[in-house]
């Protein structure tokens, strides 16, 4: 039996609907908003709405975009002859946060997973091939997470680019810069001696 | 820096607005709100406008309440010769939860705290005066946390209440049901022996 009111109970709902938002957190998060302005709340629920709204995927690298196409797609300056895949958004940011990449990208918004049903259909593997046949690409560079879905998914894809003729690379395995021996697992140590470079 | 599209980082920005969530969470949280169907988006927009457009406070008890006057202080079973003072709505549903506290309550919401600035005005104390001056009330029971700020609002509004000749008391201390003495704090067994009960 509760005892809030209906529309107090709603809101604590959709935000327990949330991931990470349990029962009681989503309590908290509730009375957080009623306990805000009227303006502060009709902003998060317009926020809510023109997010969803306005978003949508870039029709070159399917990253998220409010235009047709990225400004990362539509800039002059950047390399397009370099397709980085990436699975989520996110990968995006944080590769474009190290100031170094010059070559676009393309997000999969996902990776292949048995176990969850996710089959090559389902993330934008297709869209990645059309972009392969119609551009002038010299290297693909798998940027998957060096998890076994992520290292899974690589395979697949560098199998199917094979035909095209084009250099598929994988991103480096090693120890993080900054980190200690100590630390490292014998995986990534491993592979580190494997990868090793001349100096 | 950031590679977002505004509204997708508007939406980012409003999710770490809220208590407990950090950057890395807004981000979880934006993206699951994208990834979800246009209704689902709308009907989350929605309840956040309908909670804080529908629920204000009950005219008697100051609970959260979509009507004038809340279903407890509405409710003919109800003893409205008790009132029970929690510093907040949510101490409501806990004792609601017991189904065994059959009087009214009065919401202070907040707590006496110099410290962060909230005085006598800042909380629903008043109300309470204006409560016992005008009804019938044979017994108020301070329900506030059992902390520092908790301890110090019961006082001081009990020491208001003085001049009306009402009997006030304090939910008592002591070990909780079904734990082990073990366990128990100095404080709560010292408490819990002060106030033992006859057999």
């Known amino acids: 039996m509760s005892y809030f009111p209906a529309s107090l109970e709603t809101l604590i709902d959709k935000f327990a609907a949330l991931p990470g938002i349990g029962r009681k957190s989503a309590q908290r998060l509730a009375f957080h908003v009623l306990s805000g ?18 978003i949508h995927f870039c029709k070159v690298c399917q990253n998220l975009t ?33 100031r170094e990449y010059n070559g676009t990208y393309h997000v999969l918004h996902g990776v292949l997973s048995p176990m969850n049903h996710i089959g090559p259909d389902d993330i934008k593997i297709k869209e990645l091939l059309v972009r392969l046949a119609d551009e002038e690409v010299a290297e693909v560079i798998m940027a998957t997470n060096p998890d076994t879905e992520g290292e899974a998914t690589a395979m697949y894809i560098s199998r199917l680019i094979k035909p095209f003729n084009i250099k598929v690379s994988r991103l480096a ?19 580190a001696i494997e990868g090793r470079t001349e100096m």
């Open 37 to 54: 302005s009227d303006e502060e709340a009709d902003s998060f629920a317009d926020a809510i709405k023109n997010a969803k709204k306005n």
């Open 66 to 98: 409010e235009d047709e196409i990225c400004p990362i797609c539509s800039s002059s300056r950047r390399d397009r002859s370099l397709i980085c895949v990436v699975s989520d958004p996110k990968d995006v940011l944080s590769i474009e946060r190290g």
């Open 173 to 191: 395995y090693g120890i993080p810069v900054g980190s200690n021996l100590e630390f490292a697992d014998d995986a990534t140590l491993n592979r």
